[in-house]
């Protein structure tokens, strides 16, 4: 059976997903004020990576030490994860997702939230 990543066409499509959703979280003001000064070619680079990780793909496995080392400087809320999974929920629907491999994405997403939200 095909993983998420091979039926949607590998790094290519995961890459445009990737770089969708980034439009839509800079044009967000609550999510872009996290992305100033940030390389963003870098970033859809390495989320590309992750995305395709968790979709079953050959990407980086990141660990929930490495999740929190990055984000934790950021104080991400829960409520702007949530509108970050929106967002991607969002744009993988857009690129054509099945329902249910979106919810997958997400709950792989949702699983990691520990190491990614850090309120002050």
Do not use: C, W
Not at 39 to 61: C, E, K, W, Y
């Amino acid at each position: 059976m095909a993983t998420i990543f091979e039926r949607y066409g590998g790094f290519t499509s995961i890459r445009k997903v990737v770089s969708g959703f980034y439009d839509r979280v800079l044009d967000d003001p609550q999510l872009g004020r996290h992305f100033v000064d940030v390389d963003m070619r870098g970033l859809i680079n390495h989320q590309t990576q992750f995305i395709s990780f968790v979709t079953g793909g050959p990407g980086t496995a990141y660990t929930d030490d490495a999740l929190l080392r990055v984000h934790a400087p950021l104080h991400i809320t829960a409520a702007e994860l949530d509108l970050m999974r929106k967002l991607l929920r969002d744009t993988l629907e857009e690129h054509g997702f099945a329902p249910d491999d979106v919810d997958t994405i997400d709950r792989s997403i949702q699983a990691r939230a520990g190491s990614i939200v850090n309120e002050p």
